[in-house]
């Protein structure tokens, strides 16, 4: 393994009264392999005042820069400090720091290829976009659970002179883990990632998927947009403003739900994602962590939109009576045939919150700021009955560094927490935030429950 190669600064004083006297620099680099000292050219400079030197020291020996001008400085060759010629010098400390941050070539090319990673990382969030605007998955999926370039195609009508072009993005998407390539049969499959984005209409019975609608509104350029003018957002001077609250609100003026509202192509991508994320997240849930709900005869879903994880509760657990607590317009908009034995209330959840046994709170803390989640957990401590007599609030949410041998999943919780930021500004809480808010909030006690991926359950007690 060859030795790593070092470089110094090494500086001189030269001359003989202190009015004549000048500073040179020049660069020495040891190489270790050849055991020689190589002097960098051009690298001499003056200065006003005598710095002393800086040497570059093997054994008893240091090098010295020497000559009559800046511009003529060589390096002598290893001599002691006090047998160097008509020179008068004073040492100065080398700078540690400065060495420690020289590296190999090949180490500069890593590093490098590391940035270039993360500068092109956009890409591919947007290709994930691309396929699941033009369907790949579910093409895939269709098509038996591989399918090579010119299956697909075909299969999704695509230009034939867009075929190589669809080999480079498979290329990457697979690379990604997003399909699984068979060089064989020169064919792209399936893999656990991607059939999370099999549409339902294609996936099968019983199976998990359906998330592409948060691809989508996630990657939606409404939600990154914003991002583009993260550093202007930092530096504006009128930051206390609402209008500057956050990023979000500075590129399109208003609020992320006054957008939803008003945007109907953009609110119907959202609330499909919250849909979707909502069912798959409860469908596990249900299934697998039923013990949340233990002893529970009735459960209100606060903020529960149009109930669909209300309705996965009540049909898991026919015992429970549920409902859901919505603003009135959205109350309003859930049709009559899907209520699905879920009684709807229309209602300001930071004025007051429906009595039951627990109270729901799915990804709902995350969007608000410390203030506003003390209150409305003071609303849900209202509604509840004591500790002994079974309450609870059930809040599932994200708590920052919930599973710390998880190097992924404490990543993607960062990358939460910026794009939250960016769009509601509210902060991704670690457990001693949380804490913090219930003891606030009035509450005796909590439990989280690292079991849903990057978010937890957290059982909060009165």
């Known amino acids: 393994m060859p030795g790593l190669r070092r470089s110094f600064f090494a500086y001189a004083v030269i001359g003989g009264h202190d009015d004549e006297k000048n500073v040179v620099r020049s660069t020495l680099t040891y190489d270790p392999d050849a055991d020689t000292w190589a002097q960098l050219p051009d690298m001499a400079e003056e200065h006003d005042e005598p710095r002393g030197l800086c040497v570059a020291a093997r054994g008893g020996s240091r090098f010295l820069v020497v000559g009559g001008y800046p511009t003529q400085a060589r390096v002598a060759s290893s001599c002691k ?130 998330l592409s609608p948060f691809a989508l509104a996630m990657l939606h350029p409404v939600i990154v947009s914003p991002s583009m003018s993260l550093a202007s957002w930092f530096r504006a001077a009128d930051a206390v403003n609402a209008a500057a609250r956050v990023p979000f609100e500075s590129a399109h003026g208003r609020d992320l739900w006054a957008v939803a509202k008003d945007d109907r192509e953009f609110g119907a991508a959202f609330n499909d994602a919250m849909a979707c994320d909502g069912r798959f997240v409860m469908d596990v849930l249900v299934r697998d962590h039923s013990n949340v709900f233990r002893g529970l005869a009735s459960l209100v879903d606060v903020g529960g939109g149009s109930g669909g994880a209300a309705r996965a509760i009540a049909t898991a657990f026919p015992h429970i009576r549920c409902s859901v607590l919505e603003l009135p317009h959205v109350v309003a908009a859930v049709p009559t045939g899907e209520l699905g034995g879920v009684e709807f209330v229309a209602g300001d959840m930071f004025e007051h919150v429906p009595k039951a046994d627990a109270v729901l709170l799915k990804w709902i803390l995350h969007g608000w700021d410390d203030e506003n989640c003390v209150r409305l ?13 079974g309450g609870r609030v059930i809040v599932m949410d994200l708590v920052v560094g919930s599973s710390p041998a998880d190097e992924k999943a404490t990543e993607t919780q960062l990358l939460w927490d910026v794009m939250m930021m960016g769009v509601v500004g509210s902060p991704g809480r670690d457990e001693r935030e949380w804490r913090k808010i219930f003891q606030d909030a009035g509450f005796s006690g909590h439990k989280i429950v690292a079991v849903l991926g990057i978010r937890s359950v957290i059982e909060v007690y009165p």
């Open 81 to 210: 400090l006090q047998s160097a010629p008509n020179l008068q010098v004073r040492e100065q400390a080398m700078d540690t720091s400065r060495d420690r941050g020289l590296t190999t070539g090949d180490e500069l090319m890593q590093a490098q290829a590391e940035l270039w990673n993360h500068v092109f990382a956009y890409t591919r969030s947007m290709s994930l976009r691309c396929a699941v605007e033009l369907g790949i998955p579910d093409a895939v999926n269709r098509l038996g659970g591989a399918a090579s370039v010119p299956e697909l195609v075909a299969a999704l009508s695509l230009p034939l002179p867009r075929a190589p072009y669809l080999r480079r993005l498979m290329r990457l998407l697979a690379h990604a883990g997003f399909f699984v390539f068979d060089a064989a049969a020169a064919s792209y499959g399936l893999t656990p990632l991607s059939r999370l984005l099999v549409s339902t209409a294609t996936r099968g019975a019983g199976g998990q998927g359906g």
């Open 377 to 389: 957990l003071r609303r849900c401590r209202e509604a509840i009955p004591s500790k002994e007599d």
